[in-house]
């Protein structure tokens, strides 16, 4: 068992965390791993290399759920219930129009666990059509995308299931699409926060984030009412110190402008990324090239009460990079996934690379002192090329 959560947890960093995230050991963001090569003829100084984030070997790649499953709060480990161990082919999901309104644990836990043991099989196969039945939206786009990257760079992904994962159900809302949380948590590998959400084909996950420090950030307890649900909140939600939607974009516009927000906690996903955007500015300033930064949110923002009166929240992101020569002179070689997609070639005059991103924030009550805290994230490079 060990063996397998250390191969998960590997394939997680290595198709879930692009060289630019910040999940790995090292919590300083690398976020575009860019390397320098100086010109013959120039006599323009050769920047200082930034350094990939080292991803630990030992460390296995959570799936999405993936690249970001839930965890049941660290605050109530007595309540963590056990994955199913069944490895016999499961039954498929019926499709959403003929479930019953409100989903049950034991339901959500079968939907889980089929995800996974699915994702397992088809990340041995890299076969991104299978994923189609798994995934949907950005995250289907980020592991398909993981999957190309390891097939231009040879190696093969690694398998396997997370160990007892936890879920929170919110109530059904009529007219608005069923969706639960899986969190899995491996002490010293990882904790993997999963969103599942219901469809006309049946269950897909369509967000996940992971923290892969040795030791991860508190997670706050979801509020759960008499029956043991939890209470999804609108992305417009009030009564929290900024709306979810707010609090999202906030966080991306932090990133894009390279600048700390003060109303986020320092992290490897806020203030760390900050700083290496701003230095990675200056090191192209000085080699004349230019850094333009995009981070745009990508589909629905998704909420649940915690028990402080706040909110967990889940969003994702669709980020470029683009780098662009002032005038010629040092050369532009990018490093990890990015640089997997671009065959490692050197570039005289531009060069970009786009991420799916995906996050979970725990955004404070109103009135509270207390700082947003992002608590993981789920990174793929999509693309990369320049000239």
Do not use: C
């Amino acid at each position: 068992m060990v063996l397998a959560i250390i191969a998960v947890a590997a394939f997680w960093l290595a198709t879930r965390a692009p060289s630019g995230s910040s999940l790995a050991a090292n919590p300083t963001p690398d976020p575009s791993d860019t390397g320098w090569e100086k010109a013959a003829s120039s006599p323009s100084p050769t920047p200082t290399p930034t350094s990939s984030r080292s991803t630990p070997t030992s460390t296995p790649k959570p799936t999405r759920s993936g690249t970001g499953r839930s965890p049941r709060p660290e605050t109530t480990p007595t309540e963590r219930p056990r994955a199913e161990t069944r490895t016999t082919p499961p039954p498929a999901d019926p499709p959403a129009g003929s479930r019953s309104p409100q989903l049950t644990a034991k339901e959500a836990y079968g939907i889980h666990g089929r995800y996974q043991r699915g994702l397992s099989v088809a990340q041995a196969r890299k076969d991104e059509a299978a994923m189609a039945k798994l995934e949907h939206g950005l995250a289907l786009e980020m592991t398909r995308a993981g999957f190309k990257t390891a097939e231009m760079q040879g190696t093969s992904l690694a398998t396997g299931i997370w160990p007892n994962p936890q879920v929170w159900i919110p109530r059904h809302v009529e007219g608005t699409a069923d969706w639960f949380v899986a969190v899995s948590y491996e002490p010293g590998v990882a904790r993997i926060v999963d969103v599942m959400s219901s469809a006309p084909g049946g269950w897909r996950l369509v967000a996940s984030a992971a923290d892969t420090r040795a030791t991860p950030a508190r997670f706050p307890k979801i509020a759960t009412d008499g029956e043991g649900y939890a209470t999804s909140l609108p992305e417009s939600a009030t009564g929290l110190s900024a709306t979810p939607r707010q609090i999202a974009r906030a966080h991306l516009a932090s990133l894009e402008n390279a600048e700390i927000d003060a109303r986020f906690d320092e992290g490897p996903w806020t203030s760390e990324a900050a700083l290496f955007w701003q230095q990675e500015r200056a090191r192209l300033d000085q080699a004349d090239w230019r850094l333009t930064l995009s981070y745009r949110l990508e589909g629905p923002v998704r909420a649940l009460r915690t028990s402080d009166g706040g909110a967990l929240v889940w969003y994702g992101a669709r980020s470029t990079e683009l780098r662009e020569a002032v005038r010629e002179g040092a050369k532009v070689k990018l490093k990890g996934s990015a640089a997997v997609r671009t065959r490692n070639k050197s570039f005289a005059r531009s060069v970009s690379a786009t991420y799916g991103r995906m996050y979970v924030t725990h955004l404070p009550p109103a009135g509270s002192n207390e700082p947003a805290r992002v608590l993981g994230e789920w990174s793929d490079v999509l693309e990369s090329h320049g000239d």
